[in-house]
């Protein structure tokens, strides 16, 4: 069983940054791909971010490309979300996501295998 680990959520200014980290622990982390995704009150859970490990490919939604950037320390177990020139509407609350072997695309919340708890990121204009 994989457990995720999040942090580095808060409070900021429009036009901020945030870096999130999620670590993982337990399973066969080699066989994982990572994932970020929010959910904002009232709004569904929406993948912002994947990195596939090894190959280092990554997909963004479009919402966030050029602002947000995932990357990952295979040896730490971690992922991170840098995310730059923060909006207001990226206020939500942001979830680390698992998958084995899945692709470098925008993933759909229902094909996620592991959560993590999630860490609030609030963007005051």
């Known amino acids: 069983q994989v457990q995720l680990v999040e942090s580095g959520g808060g409070l900021v200014q429009t036009g901020g940054a945030l870096r999130l980290s999620c670590v993982a622990s337990?399973?066969?982390?080699?066989?994982?791909?990572m994932g970020w995704f929010r959910q904002a009150p009232g709004k569904d859970r929406e993948c912002v971010a994947v990195?596939?490990?090894?190959?280092?490919?990554?997909a963004y939604a479009d919402s966030v490309k050029g602002r947000f950037t995932i990357s990952g320390d295979n040896a730490k177990k971690t992922v991170y979300l840098q995310m730059n020139s923060l909006k207001p509407e990226d206020t939500a609350v942001y979830y680390c996501?698992?998958?084995?072997?899945?692709?470098?695309?925008?993933?759909?919340?229902?094909?996620?295998?592991?959560w993590g708890q999630g860490t609030q990121v609030t963007v005051s204009s």
């Open positions: 996501a698992a998958r084995p072997f899945a692709g470098a695309y925008v993933w759909n919340s229902n094909d996620v295998s592991y």
């Open positions: 337990g399973g066969s982390f080699s066989s994982l791909s």
């Open positions: 990195i596939i490990w090894g190959r280092g490919s990554t």
